[in-house]
């Protein structure tokens, strides 16, 4: 039975899935929304409460995670906790979007009584589903350490940055390594597949050298099956994590030539054909542009 008290989780996807999950497992009471109906009912059979809005969740939890596709979706759910017309709830946003969105959600959520804090996450869904992800909070200090012990049970850290919005400033940075090194993993791994050498070969001997990095062991496992559908981050989502911080890099004038170099590799798998596929898959696009031919595999 849970006993630590009622968190409210709006968007059931692959992070907001997991949170909902690792929460319920840890004793709190968990109530969902997704407008997506295949969400709910997948989460329902997993053991979480889902309800018919946001409206009705903000309406019993007065701590709210929301984890979602688009700016829209967060103002629509901003103006969804306000009609709910609670008392005052504390919204933990984990999402990946420009400053100007979280700061707008944040002024409208405030001006009703609520307090919003800025809180992407660094980390994949696979991560996310046992909790080896990093959460960079930011915004009301008390507010944070109110939320901490929510926090530490669908993370293995909780990071304070201060003022809102450098959560969000933080993610910028972690997720251009994770673009640039996710496009190298997947050179290197078609590189030694060119040169003759065996996929599993070379992620073994990576993971074991100086080049490795928590990327590529993330990522490389794929690369070598040659299967990205089991998706952590989805390649159409990506996309818009990426222009995020394009644009991000563009406005305070600073240079990210790796990550421009990255971007039209992302753009290939998306105009191949692999959307909704993991993004490990641009290794599948720098194969094809190199012409490698794996092995088919051995049957006794």
């Known amino acids: 039975m849970a006993t630590k008290g009622t968190v409210g989780v709006i968007g059931l996807g692959i992070m907001g899935g997991s949170f909902a999950q690792n929460l319920a497992a840890a004793g709190w009471r968990v109530i969902g929304y997704d407008l997506d109906s295949k969400r709910r009912r997948a989460l329902a059979k997993a053991g979480i409460e889902t309800l018919d809005g946001a409206t009705a969740v903000a309406a019993e939890a007065t701590t709210i995670?929301?984890?979602?596709?688009?700016?829209?979706?967060?103002?629509?759910?901003?103006?969804a906790i306000i009609a709910a017309k609670a008392g005052a709830r504390v919204v933990i946003e984990a999402?990946?979007?420009?400053?100007?969105?979280?700061?707008?959600?944040?002024?409208?959520?405030?001006?009703?009584?609520?307090?919003?804090?800025?809180?992407?996450?660094?980390?994949?869904?696979?991560?996310?589903?046992?909790?080896?992800?990093?959460?960079?909070?930011?915004?009301?200090?008390?507010?944070?350490?109110?939320?901490?012990?929510?926090?530490?049970?669908?993370?293995?850290?909780?990071?304070?940055?201060?003022a809102f919005g450098n959560g969000s400033r933080?993610?910028?940075?972690?997720?251009?390594?994770?673009?640039i090194n996710n496009v190298a993993a997947a050179e290197a791994m078609v590189l030694g597949m060119k040169a003759g050498l065996d996929p599993q070969v070379i992620h073994d001997m990576v993971t074991a050298g100086a080049g490795?990095?928590?990327?590529?062991?993330?990522?490389?496992?794929?690369?070598?099956?040659?299967?990205?559908?089991?998706?952590?981050?989805?390649?159409?989502?990506?996309?818009?994590?990426m222009q995020v911080i394009g644009d991000f890099a563009k406005k305070i004038g600073?240079?990210?030539?790796?990550?421009?170099?990255?971007?039209?590799?992302?753009?290939?798998?998306?105009?191949?054909?692999?959307?909704?596929?993991?993004?490990?898959?641009?290794?599948?696009?720098?194969?094809?542009?190199?012409?490698?031919?794996r092995r088919k595999p051995k049957h006794g």
């Not at 490389?220 to 990506?238: E, N, S």
């Open 65 to 79: 995670i929301t984890s979602l596709p688009s700016p829209r979706a967060l103002h629509d759910t901003a103006k």
């Open 212 to 241: 490795n990095s928590r990327v590529f062991e993330l990522r490389a496992p794929m690369m070598v099956k040659g299967r990205y559908d089991d998706a952590t981050m989805k390649i159409a989502i990506w996309q818009k994590d």
């Open 170 to 179: 933080m993610k910028y940075v972690a997720n251009l390594l994770v673009a």
């Open 254 to 293: 600073a240079p990210v030539p790796l990550f421009a170099a990255t971007r039209p590799v992302y753009q290939a798998a998306l105009a191949g054909g692999h959307a909704m596929h993991d993004t490990a898959a641009v290794c599948a696009v720098l194969e094809k542009k190199a012409r490698v031919r």
């Open 95 to 162: 999402s990946t979007f420009g400053l100007e969105d979280k700061l707008k959600a944040e002024r409208v959520l405030a001006k009703a009584g609520h307090t919003m804090l800025d809180c992407p996450v660094s980390g994949t869904g696979a991560q996310a589903r046992v909790k080896d992800i990093i959460i960079y909070a930011s915004g009301d200090p008390k507010a944070i350490r109110k939320v901490r012990p929510l926090l530490a049970d669908i993370s293995r850290a909780t990071h304070d940055l201060g």
